[in-house]
């Protein structure tokens, strides 16, 4: 017996989940393969969200402002597998926000990794902004505020579907 | 539960059989490293001619305090 029947649910986004995840595969039914499996799944997207981190972190700090596209598209895909598990949890009724405890043994270096991603995308974007104007530097900034207000808005709208899922 | 499945005279191949699991999980659920589902749980008790309480009623009571521990 699966966790959960994905492919009857209501809810589009885990239809598709269950699609994209191969969740109807027979490897699923035996729960300690299945267990064992999303731990497995769990520790290989840190894994992939650490290496893409370093990666971006590295060439900002190597290659400077040229690097930057690529690390903004590095950066976009760690963040929406993230945004995805976060999603696919929410529409289970799992609220990942909602962690009892944060540690910060854990969260230190991540911080300490995105500080430096930060500081190297302000100086690479500083060091351009010297030849070619501010344009660059304000284009970065009005991108994340757009970002940030999509993520926000798009999680709202998320959990308002969820809960009337929920309900319904 | 590992005396339970020697009663009855099963293999822990035999009993992953009869319940639709892996040898592997029968392994962990008797080596205390995997908790069982309610629903393999019954299997297990249904397979064994037991009850899910005698097989697994220390473990039930031991979650039981370490939640209320951890509250």
Redesign the interface.
Known sequence: MSTVDTSDSHNWFVRAAAVIGDLSNPFYAEERQRDVWNEASAVALQVLIWLQLLAATAAVWIAGATAVPYVSALIGMAGVAGWVAVLYSWSQGVAVQKCPRTSWRRMGPLLGVVGLLAAGLVRAELAHASVDGWSTVSGVATGIVVTAALLTGLSRYARRRIGADSEG | MRRARLMAELTQAELAAGT???R??IV?VEAGD?A??V??ALAIADRLSSTVEELFGGVGETIAADAREGM
């Open positions: 639709g699991v892996t592997q999980t962990a995997y069982p589902s629903y393999l």
